[in-house]
């Protein structure tokens, strides 16, 4: 697996360094007749002009029939015959990128002949001709012609980018040139759309896209870079079929262009989503909430009194863990080494966790339901006791927490939530008595065939949930790990195929008398199987953070780490498994997004303690 | 019971092993992110300090694990050399069987397919593993596991020794002749057959087992691609192959009188073969099932597996097998442009193709049924596919085509609904059709 690092939701662009192409007069006056010569025509620049100004959900144009049909047929035999594509995976996409192509007219002349169409290709976009006709239709403002900036990308089975909005430094306009296989239609089955994103207020989209993109070869989309409101994806490849495309931008005249505006560049750049993302404000539209509440004392006592004398599992203690978990797990010596693995490589994999008839159970309601119930796909369509996790510039998922119903498809009943409504504590056994009874009355009515609500899955899921809330779960969690657990949140979540992740997040600074970071424990509970390679994503990753040179960082370049030794851990979706870690201020964690051909989706019971510390 | 020691943190002890690692040179490997780690489950009966238990459980992770790591594959094959040494001077250690020489040939012929793309020549790796049979063969003669590898081996050894190398203009006299070599591996496998069913040793007709069939299917397939234009290793759209007619060109090249594969693409006989031997290693992996008082349908386990595979793979048999018939019915029926349809096509007049392939189909559907797993929608799937091929093939608006398409859309309805998606296209072209008929 060749998964690196990301740290925000910014697009992949490796560091590249300033391009300074500067085209031949004679490169200029051949530019526009690579071109389709339709588009020039006044009527139709003016109807694109006018389509833009009214566009949703934000200013965004595309062209059909864009360049010289026979020069782009070139251009695609040329890149298929000489470009070598390198897959390239992060928390946010899995791509296969050809190398920079900014540079090219740098290479020298035998790279050149290699690459003929390519090179007018890229002289005619970056020609004042079609820049001047790119600042018309969107009103975008003047576009550099010595600074450019494009990659070739092809988009195989299972590729995608998730949501982000393209702010990156001098970025003005970003374009997208598609070629699929000439002569054939782009089916919207396919995959591979472009996709954008509403906001709900400036830098948080919406969940749900607003319009889908299904591209055809020679076709370019394009749209003003506007901070915290361009937020687009490219929807997975579904099919074993390569959507080829050259992705770029055009930026802010530099200094000696036409159109350059001292101070621009500087003010341009402080608009970065890295720098934004980092702002408190906005987590007020994060859910769930990252909040572990407080754990009673008097409950804190019955784990925390003998910790170092003789804290042990009472006869009770086992009796009611065994109810669920693996009962080899409950003897002394068992906890003992788990304890002594737990201390030397602070992350534990237990297989087998939950004891046979226990699983076996959960494990037929899952499927079940996998196989028979209806999955949520927009937001409106995920019902209570499920909810969904926003804004999807940071993750999507759907979990329960054992809260009441918190209805967050807009600003207004987001700002009621955080600042109106009751803030109570959770409480997974009562929600899963409640949908246990559901259950049981739907099962009287049931006819032969019939669609799987899902209920039995929510309650024997929320019933586990209450088991690591249980003191006697903290009291053996105490025992494997060393540690007291004082603050904790407990969430059940699904990642559905083709829709959810977590991008890489660090963890905030813990409050005082608490250790650095967080013990973390994850119950993978997937109940199908086919996901050992990583190739359907599913898995999580934890990486080490790289913020020791901050301050070198240009905003634009994305961080990307070319050593695979920052990896720290790596868990792939899987049944029955417990993984423990404490997880430190200094690790990166994400779930790769689930591919739409993934078998299922993944399940897991995720819960995150602050632990007292000792110091 | 002790006080519990508490860890470091995940970042803070990567970052104190790394430390460490500069100061002394050594590297500690931990269970956490050692990628590379591999993990050989024993049999329960098994003596784990038995060296030649432990290699049969390593080949087994090897196989398992998608044949992919030639790390292991050549840790396989420095183990069986230094046991096949060893049981020289110790004779009395080791007892060395048919199994050890099949795996110590199979893990040869598995390293030529490491070798292939880069190394020009593969037919070292080839000699060795059919010597490794000899050998073995001298030992434990006519032992049906020596065999079935043995035509393993041959079945590899045609594409990657021979067919890589052809070109449309390569001439028989620079190969040695195929069907030759062919015909060996198939004597050899029926031997392995007749001796496996006497000895009643039904555990034979497993996974590996089947990957012989499978390994000459591939053959096969790569003998009527041969010469074929490919389109840039793209997968064809479900939707771009339906309808389509009859067309007797297509893209299929002709070979030269003396090219080495022109007399096995005019030949059916290896198809019929590989079809005959399929069906009797079904019955074969029924028995075993049987024998073990095993229930295959929708069984969990690993014959359960085996048992779905195979006949997943004769339905499909038998659904390419009716793609010609079907398409000359198809244009005999539907397609106006063709002139002289009273002279039928390829000596089938319309009912006649009709009717074979009607017989074609039903057989696949037959099997595929067999292959349906309730846990496996794409299962679903294909059979619903198969009714649709079916259906078409009935009168419009009979009652058998409304049946057909009936069975198709529930289980479309049922495959779409579990992969969320998957099947609408496919689903929405079926009700677009029932439609059209009404």
Redesign the interface.
């Known amino acids: 697996?060749t998964t690196k690092r990301a740290n925000s939701t910014s697009k992949a662009a490796t560091k590249k360094q300033d391009i300074t192409i500067k085209p031949t007069i004679d490169e200029e006056a051949k530019a526009k007749t690579y071109f389709n010569q339709e588009i020039f025509d006044d009527e139709y620049k003016n109807g694109l002009q006018n389509s833009i100004k009214t566009s949703k959900p934000y200013h965004w144009g595309t062209i059909t029939e864009l360049m010289n049909d026979q020069l782009l047929r070139d251009v695609r035999s040329e890149i298929?015959s000489e470009i070598v594509f390198t897959k390239k995976e992060t928390d946010i996409y899995k791509v296969y990128q050809s190398g920079d192509l900014a540079n090219m007219s740098g290479l020298n002349w035998d790279d050149l002949s290699r690459l003929p169409n390519l090179y007018k290709l890229r002289s005619a976009i970056y020609s004042k001709t079609f820049r001047d006709y790119i600042s018309y239709v969107t009103g975008c403002g003047k576009l550099s012609g010595i600074k450019t900036d494009m990659s070739i990308n092809t988009y195989r089975?299972g590729c995608h980018l998730l949501t982000h909005d393209d702010v990156i430094g001098t970025r003005r306009v970003s374009f997208i040139l598609y070629m699929p296989?000439p002569g054939k239609t782009w089916?919207p089955?396919y995959g591979g759309s472009l996709r954008l994103f509403d906001s709900i207020v400036p830098n948080v989209p919406k969940s749900d896209f607003e319009c889908k993109l299904t591209p055809q070869f020679n076709q370019i989309a394009f749209f003003t870079v506007q901070p915290g409101l361009s937020f687009h994806d490219v929807e997975e490849v579904?099919?074993?079929?390569?959507r080829l495309s050259i992705q770029g931008w055009f930026h802010i005249p530099q200094k000696g262009e036409e159109g350059f505006i001292p101070g621009e560049q500087e003010r341009t750049e402080a608009r970065s989503t890295l720098q934004q993302l980092e702002s408190k404000g906005l987590k007020e539209y994060d859910f769930p909430k990252i909040r572990r509440n407080e754990i009673s004392p008097d409950d804190i006592f019955h784990y925390d009194v003998d910790?170092?004398?003789?804290?042990?599992l009472s006869q009770q203690d086992i009796t009611y863990l065994g109810q669920f978990i693996n009962p080899t797990l409950l003897n002394?010596s068992s906890?003992?080494k788990l304890?002594?693995?737990?201390?030397?490589?602070?992350?534990i994999?237990i297989q087998s966790f939950l004891n046979n008839e226990y699983a076996g159970i959960l494990k037929k309601v899952l499927?079940r339901h996998?196989?028979?119930?209806?999955?949520p796909?927009k937001q409106d369509e995920v019902e209570f006791p499920w909810k969904l996790a926003i804004p999807p510039h940071k993750q999507r998922y759907i979990y329960m927490d054992g809260l009441d119903e918190q209805p967050i498809d807009n600003a207004d009943t987001i700002d009621f939530v955080n600042h109106v409504a009751p803030q109570e504590l959770p409480n997974f056994g009562m929600t899963s008595k409640y949908f246990n009874q559901m259950d049981s009355a739907q099962s009287e009515k049931k006819h032969e065939f019939q669609?799987d609500s899902g209920y039995l899955a929510s309650s024997k899921l929320c019933e586990l949930a209450s088991l690591l809330k249980s003191i006697a779960f903290k009291k053996w969690l105490?025992?494997?790990?060393?540690?007291v657990v004082v603050r904790d949140q407990i969430l059940v979540r699904r990642f559905?195929?083709?829709q959810d992740f977590i991008l890489a997040t660090q963890l905030d600074k813990t409050g005082e008398g608490l250790i650095?970071?967080i013990l973390e424990a994850t119950l993978n509970l997937t109940p199908?199987s086919g996901w050992e390679?990583g190739e359907v994503g599913g898995y999580e990753l934890?990486m080490?953070?790289n913020d020791d040179n901050e301050e070198d960082d240009d905003p634009a370049i994305y961080k990307q780490s070319e050593n695979d030794?920052d990896?720290?851990?790596?868990s792939q979706a899987s049944w029955n498994k417990l993984t423990v870690?404490?997880?430190?201020?200094?690790?990166l964690k994400f779930v790769k997004y689930v591919s739409?051909?993934a078998p299922g989706s993944r399940w897991d019971i995720n819960g995150t303690w602050d632990a007292k510390s000792?110091d | 019971m002790a006080p519990p020691k508490r860890p470091l943190g995940l970042g803070k002890s990567a970052q104190k092993k790394k430390q460490k690692t500069g100061e002394d040179g050594t590297t500690e490997v931990g269970t956490s992110a050692n990628a590379s780690e591999l993990t050989v489950e024993l049999n329960e009966e098994v003596d784990a300090d038995d060296e030649v238990s432990q290699l049969f459980a390593l080949w087994k992770t090897f196989l398992g694990a998608e044949k992919d790591n030639e790390l292991v594959l050549n840790g396989i094959i420095h183990e069986c050399d230094r046991l096949l040494r060893n049981s020289q001077t110790e004779k009395d250690k080791y007892t060395l069987d048919g199994e050890f020489h099949a795996i110590y040939a199979l893990a040869l012929n598995e390293l030529a397919f490491f070798h292939a793309a880069e190394e020009k020549d593969v037919k070292p790796y080839f000699d060795e593993a059919l010597e490794r049979i000899d050998l073995g063969l001298s030992h434990f003669k006519g032992d049906p596991r020596l065999l079935f590898s043995k035509a393993h081996i041959i079945f590899n050894r045609v594409p990657l020794e021979y067919i890589s190398k052809m070109t449309p203009e390569s001439n028989s006299e620079e190969y040695p002749n195929i069907l030759e070599v062919l015909d060996d591996g198939l004597n050899s496998y029926e031997t392995a057959q007749k001796k496996a069913i006497k000895a009643e040793r039904f555990e034979l007709f497993n996974q590996e087992t089947f990957r012989v069939l499978d390994s000459l299917d591939d053959l096969l397939s790569i003998i009527d691609d041969f010469g074929k234009k490919k389109s840039a290793d793209e997968g064809m759209d479900s939707e771009d192959e339906e309808e389509l007619g009859f067309d007797e060109d297509e893209d299929s090249l002709q070979l030269n009188e003396s090219h080495p594969l022109k007399p096995l693409g005019e030949s059916e006989k290896y198809d019929i073969w590989w079809r005959t031997q399929t069906i009797e290693f079904l019955k074969n992996v029924e028995k075993l099932a049987q024998k073990s008082e095993i229930i295959l349908k929708d069984s969990s386990l690993p014959i359960g597996k085996l048992h779905r595979d195979v006949c997943r793979k004769l339905g499909q048999s038998y659904l390419l097998e009716a793609e010609e018939p079907s398409a000359i019915f198809t244009t005999l029926e539907y397609d106006s442009e063709v002139e002289d349809k009273e002279d039928g096509i390829n000596g089938l007049q319309a009912d006649q193709a009709r009717d074979i392939a009607i017989q074609l189909v039903t057989e696949a559907i037959q099997y595929l049924e067999k292959a349906e797993y309730s846990d496996d929608p794409k299962s679903w799937a294909d059979v619903a596919e198969a009714y649709v091929t079916l259906g078409n093939l009935h009168s419009v608006d009979s009652k058998e085509q409304e049946d057909c398409y009936s069975k198709a859309e529930k289980r479309l309805q049922h495959a779409n609904k579990a992969t969320h998606g998957n099947y609408e296209h496919i689903l929405n072209n079926l009700l677009q059709k029932s439609n059209d008929d009404i």
């Open positions: 697996m298929l089975k296989e089916k089955h579904r099919v074993d079929k390569h910790i170092n004398k003789n804290l042990k002394t906890i003992e304890n002594e693995s737990f201390v030397n490589e602070s992350v994999e499927r996998e196989l028979d119930g209806s999955l796909q669609e105490t025992l494997v790990s060393g540690l559905r195929p083709g650095d970071g199908s390679s934890c080490m953070s030794e990896v720290l851990y790596t870690m404490l997880r430190d201020s200094s690790v739409f051909n000792t």
